[in-house]
């Protein structure tokens, strides 16, 4: 079974950058999409984008100036890099490998794996 | 943007009973709509998936069902461990994927 842990500093100054790191063992990485969501304190789920193993992400576009997601498949790994960030950023940070599903002609993702989450806070 | 709204915000039930939770999308999805169920300190476990499929692993008093806009996630017999945050979220032809606001099932 595939499982997924986030790591990366868990205080960050802002206006500064925010990045984490995915490990994925029981599986490749050059396969399916994986992605971050991140929940702030007291409130829901937001996505924030997905990568495929050959590079190609998409972008959640209330981020997408500041977020950028990359992978390194040597490492099984993949990371997330926010930039600029407030006080609003702090968040427990997920990854998770997605489930692609299609049927119908249409296709669906969800989060099939997730992480235990890493809670960053912004602070100075 | 596709909005999902969920309905009710809490739902207070005892093991035994049967839950619904239902979630709204501001526009057709078809049936692409998940699932999850999330516990405090926890990672959110997907249960079902494609609107009706369950998972691996999740158990069969959990079903889901629904098409376009109108979704419900149903538990048959309420277990003690069922109490936690439940969202649905969909993610149709183009980004974003959205979630809903979630609906936290409290043992009554």
């Known amino acids: ?124 | 943007e596709i909005v999902l709204t969920q309905s009710p915000v809490t739902l207070s039930l005892s093991p035994g009973e049967r839950a619904t939770l239902s979630c709204r999308a501001s526009q057709s999805v078809g049936t692409s709509l998940g699932w999850y169920q999330h516990k405090p300190g926890r990672a959110p476990r997907l249960l079902i998936y494609d609107a009706s499929i369950r998972a691996t692993g999740i158990p069969a008093r959990f079903s889901g069902s629904g098409s376009g806009t109108d979704f419900s996630l149903t538990i048959s017999s309420l277990e003690p461990e069922d109490f936690a945050i439940y969202y649905c979220q969909q993610r149709s032809n183009s980004p974003p994927i959205t979630f809903g606001q979630g609906t936290r099932l409290d043992i009554k």
Do not use: H, M
Request: hydrophobic share 30%; with cysteine.
């Open chain 1, 1 to 124: 079974q595939v499982q997924l842990q986030e790591s990366g500093p868990g205080l960050v100054k802002p206006s500064e950058a925010l990045s984490l790191t995915c490990t994925v063992s029981g599986g490749s990485i050059s396969t399916y999409l994986w992605s971050w969501i991140r929940q702030p304190p007291g409130k829901g789920l937001e996505w924030i984008g997905f990568i495929y193993y050959t590079g190609s992400t998409a972008y959640n576009p209330s981020l997408k100036s500041r977020v950028s997601i990359s992978v390194d498949t040597s490492k099984n790994q993949f990371s997330l890099r926010l930039s600029s960030v407030t006080t609003a950023d702090t968040a427990v940070y997920y990854c998770a490998k997605l489930l692609r599903y299609c049927a119908g002609g249409s296709c669906g993702d969800y989060f099939e794996y997730w992480g235990q989450g890493s809670l960053v806070t912004v602070s100075s």
